[in-house]
């Protein structure tokens, strides 16, 4: 039982220890500057829209004069009244539609960059996870050679051995030991990367988790027909042209009503007043239609571009990736083949004598080489493969 208790209390003590790649996500959608920058553009276009939508103030009209007529007797006139100007409404109804649609495509180019920015973190992550899996991995193959270097050095004073094979074998010990100060230097080289652009105070006391590694596969499925987050804020601003073209389509934007009341010396009067603008009169309507026309053609073949882009790096993206996931499977079995079949040979060979330090060495190096070359295959995987996620507006796949 106490056993029990323990291996719990462990378990949680490193799940509290380390952090995942969805907790790392998690904390940048809620403290990171750029999501909190999205929160606050999205509130300020909701009180946009709530200012475009409110009814224009009502106008207090007053002003006073002193008369001094020639015949009739001085004294002083004034006047007061309101004004209120009402909007057309199919006019307001488009001037609203049009800060939305502006606002919402700000806000995607926004999303874009942070989607950018999320799927830089899930590659960061990875990068690390790979350097964290080199470095225990040479580790391991550190100690088991300085279990052997101890078993030669004993050898060596028992006379089994020359002392060039033991001079030999304590070289390779040093050059080991300076490659694993490298690979520990990667390690806090990647952790910084992925700190540098996380932004937040995370990794003080904190592990990576890095059981939620994606792993490599062959075929991954993707929507290419979905727009990306870039066609959707072109999509806004089509729409935010439109609206502004429906609103030049009116044959009024406003009319303004007045009422007010005169008093002058000998007279009271009562004046109502109705003010509105005559469109036909001028080109302004005609001609903004002409150039909204003109924007809204240039935003759709921009649109059309980023769609022709998108394709393209999405196929080009997708061969490179299925090249990198063949280069991963050749070097895979041939390690495996080095590792499970080459080398326990070689290794038994020396402990009979049947061959040289040497050759147990560059066995071992070669080893090594293939397994650096397969962890950096991986780490080029991983970069096309967010790439794509990138380019397709994929967010959440891991």
């Known amino acids: 039982m106490k056993s029990l208790f323990f291996l719990l209390f462990c378990t949680l003590f490193l799940n509290a220890s380390t952090l995942s790649l969805d907790d790392i996500l998690q904390k940048l959608k809620n403290e990171h500057p750029l999501a909190k920058s999205i929160q606050a553009l999205e509130f300020a276009n909701s009180s946009q829209i709530k200012a475009l939508s409110s009814r224009e103030a009502t106008k207090l009209l007053a002003d006073t004069t002193y008369a001094k007529p020639q015949i009739e007797s001085s004294g002083y006139e004034y006047s007061i009244g309101l004004e209120q100007t009402f909007m057309n409404p199919n006019v307001k109804n488009s001037i609203v539609k049009s800060a939305a649609y502006q606002g919402e495509a700000e806000i995607l180019n926004l999303k874009h960059e942070f989607m950018l920015l999320e799927n830089e973190v899930r590659l960061l992550y990875h990068v690390n996870c790979l350097d964290k899996e080199s470095l225990d991995e040479y580790k391991r193959s550190f100690e088991a050679f300085l279990e052997l270097y101890k078993k030669k050095e004993k050898a060596y004073s028992f006379g089994e051995i020359s002392k060039k094979e033991l001079l030999q074998l304590q070289l390779e010990l040093d050059r080991l030991k300076t ?12 952790r910084a990367a992925l700190g540098s652009f996380v932004l937040l105070p995370l990794f003080s006391d904190k592990q990576l988790y890095c059981q939620d590694v994606q792993q490599v596969t062959k075929e ?10 870039q066609e ?24 303004t009503l007045s009422a007010a009341y005169q008093n002058e010396i000998d007279t009271d009067r009562f004046v109502v007043g109705l003010s509105v603008p005559l469109n036909f009169t001028s080109s302004l309507n005609e001609e903004s239609r002409a150039m909204l026309m003109h924007k809204k053609s240039a935003i759709m073949h921009e649109k059309e571009g980023v769609k022709l882009q998108k394709a393209s790096q999405a196929d080009m993206l997708k061969n490179q ?26 290794e038994n060979a020396y402990t009979m004598g049947e061959s040289s330090a040497i050759e147990y060495l560059l066995s071992g190096r070669e080893i090594w080489k293939l397994k650096e070359e397969l962890i950096e295959q991986r780490k080029n995987y991983y970069k096309t493969l967010f790439q794509l996620y990138g380019v397709l507006k994929i967010k959440e796949q891991i």
Do not use: G
């Not at 490659?179 to 990647?190: I, L």
């Not at 991954?220 to 987050?229: M, R």
């Open 220 to 229: 991954l499925l993707f929507n290419n027909q979905e727009e990306s987050l």
């Open 321 to 346: 990736l299925l090249q990198h996931f063949k280069k991963i499977h050749a070097t895979t079995d041939m390690l495996n083949k080095y590792e499970n079949t080459l080398m326990p040979l070689i």
């Open 179 to 190: 490659e694993y100060k490298h690979y520990e230097d990667e390690v806090e080289v990647s």
């Open 232 to 255: 959707e804020s072109l999509n806004k601003k089509v729409q935010s042209l439109q609206s502004d073209f429906d609103r030049y389509s009116s044959q009024f934007d406003s009319f």
